[in-house]
């Protein structure tokens, strides 16, 4: 049977129309539900034109066992990056903001009731792996506040990397997140693509925090390198 996508006019929402996902289209319901089941919310983003949102739809979204996880425990929701379906401004950037740092396209951001993001990012092949650990983050936390969530999302084991590249990001992440400047300054240097663009191998998104740290470095004998790289 058919889900609530069947009803939408976005070619890549269609796509998932058949998916034994319960996907609800970004609406006041699926939040309202959200709220009123304490349920967190499983935002999937993507577009048609991406070979990895085909790949995630055939191996995640496409499996009743994993369908059946999602369907249990969050209230699941489905969003054209694309803008097929039109803008959207009642869409908060937040969610997709939070996402692409952490490396592209599909994006999985699980989200609090009241719509924080606490979790997230590119396409897993673990399946329903990343879906359990986020599910026991919230659950886990005694007060369900955003404070809390986070704090609890700091102890999930991440999901495997599905390349050199995905690895390559999350250990960016890490150094971000300590603010070892050097050492990130060293990791880009070392990791960039002199003849591609980009840092270490495919596949590659821009990552918005990377680049505007190259250029907050445009001084000092580094100057040079660092314009190199982020213009390029």
């Known amino acids: ?14 796509q998932h129309a058949a998916n034994p996902v319960d996907w609800w289209p970004w609406c006041d319901e699926a939040r309202q539900l959200a709220r009123e089941t304490n349920r967190p919310i499983l935002l999937s983003i993507g577009y048609s034109a991406c070979h990895w949102c085909h790949v995630m739809a055939h191996e995640s979204f496409e499996d009743p066992d994993t ?3 999602m369907n249990r425990l969050f209230v699941n929701i489905k969003v054209d990056r694309g803008g097929a379906s039109g803008p959207r401004p009642d869409i908060p950037e937040c969610p997709s903001d939070a996402g692409v740092a952490r490396g592209g396209w599909p994006l999985t951001m699980f989200l609090t009731p009241d719509g924080t993001p606490f979790f997230g990012g590119p396409i897993s092949r673990r399946r329903d792996t990343g879906c359990r650990h986020s599910s026991a983050c919230w659950s886990g936390s005694p ?4 404070s809390n969530v986070v704090r609890s999302r700091n102890r999930m084991p991440p999901c495997a990397p599905r390349s050199s590249a995905a690895a390559q990001q999350a250990r960016l992440d890490q150094l971000r ?5 050097d050492a990130l300054r060293d990791l880009l240097d070392s990791s960039f693509d ?3 663009g980009g840092f270490g191998g495919a596949p590659k998104f821009p990552h918005p925090a990377d680049i505007e740290f190259l250029l907050r470095r445009f001084r000092g004998k580094w100057r040079r390198r660092a314009r ?3 213009l390029f």
């Open 1 to 14: 049977m058919p889900n609530r996508l069947a009803t939408e006019t976005s070619p890549y929402l269609l």
């Open 67 to 69: 369908a059946a996880v």
């Open 143 to 146: 007060v369900h506040s955003p």
């Open 177 to 181: 997140r300590r603010a070892h400047r």
């Open 194 to 196: 002199s003849r591609f």
């Open 228 to 230: 190199e790289m982020a």
